[in-house]
């Protein structure tokens, strides 16, 4: 059972940075396959970012050069840098652990960009 949550969501100007953290308890962190999701109202959950356990990274294309998905395994921790913030990435952002057939979620934070 692994239990997480996220950190670092708030309002941000069109231009602007955040960085989204996500802090998981339970064990064999490093094991898991860690994602960014987010859901804008009236949308569909879509992925963001993945990043496995061997470091290798995903990106939805609409993020690809703006964001970047990092973890730490040492402190249980998956990150996501963003920058260039844009209107159209206004959602709550979901962090996500998956291994073999289990996935977990959490409660998400919420992004807005607007001036």
């Known amino acids: 059972q692994v239990q997480l949550v996220e950190f670092g969501g708030g309002l941000v100007q069109p231009g602007g940075s955040l960085r989204l953290s996500c802090v998981a308890s339970g064990r064999d962190f490093r094991f898991y396959t860690m994602g960014w999701y987010r859901q804008a109202p009236g949308r569909q959950r879509e992925l963001v970012a993945t990043?496995?356990?061997?470091?290798?990274?995903n990106y939805v294309d609409s993020v690809e050069g703006r964001f970047t998905i990092s973890r730490d395994n040492a402190k249980n921790t998956v990150s996501l840098q963003m920058n260039s913030l844009k209107p159209e990435d206004t959602a709550v952002y979901y962090c996500?652990?998956?291994?073999?057939?289990?996935?977990?979620w959490g409660q998400g934070t919420q992004v807005t960009v607007s001036s």
């Open positions: 990043i496995t356990s061997r470091d290798s990274t």
């Open positions: 996500k652990a998956s291994r073999w057939f289990a996935d977990y």
